[in-house]
Nanobody
Framework: QVQLVQSGGGLVQAGGSLRLSCAAS????????VGWFRRAPEKERETVAA????????DYANSVKDRFTITKNNANTMVYLQMNNQKPGDTAVYYC???????????????WGQGTQVTVSS
């Protein structure tokens, strides 16, 4: 079992940058897919980005492509979300999560961080 602790976030002006961090304890991320999700008020949860266990593959929501980057460190203990050129629409609570593929081939995210608020002012 892996525990996730998030850090980063806060308030930034439009066009600015923030970095979110997600630290693993108990286990490393080496066997897990890790995703970043966000939930804005009165909106559905959105998958922002995800990275494979090896770190070789990543995927992004169209709304953040070319602005956000998901990476992990070599020790597989940290996953980061670098957010550049931020927009007011990025305002949300952001969560990291770790999981594995289920029998159907879908990633099931079983472990979640505590969430962190990101607010982008116009």
């Amino acid at each position: 079992q892996v525990q996730l602790v998030q850090s980063g976030g806060g308030l930034v002006q439009a066009g600015g940058s923030l970095r979110l961090s997600c630290a693993a304890s108990g286990r490393t991320f080496s066997r897990y897919f890790v995703g970043w999700f966000r939930r804005a008020p009165e909106k559905e949860r959105e998958t922002v980005a995800a990275i494979s266990p090896s770190g070789a593959t990543s995927d992004y929501a169209n709304s953040v492509k070319d602005r956000f980057t998901i990476t992990k460190n070599n020790a597989n203990t940290m996953v980061y979300l670098q957010m550049n050129n931020q927009k007011p629409g990025d305002t949300a609570v952001y969560y990291c999560a770790a999981g594995s593929k289920n029998i159907g081939g879908t990633v099931q995210y079983d472990y979640w961080g505590q969430g962190t608020q990101v607010t982008v002012s116009s």
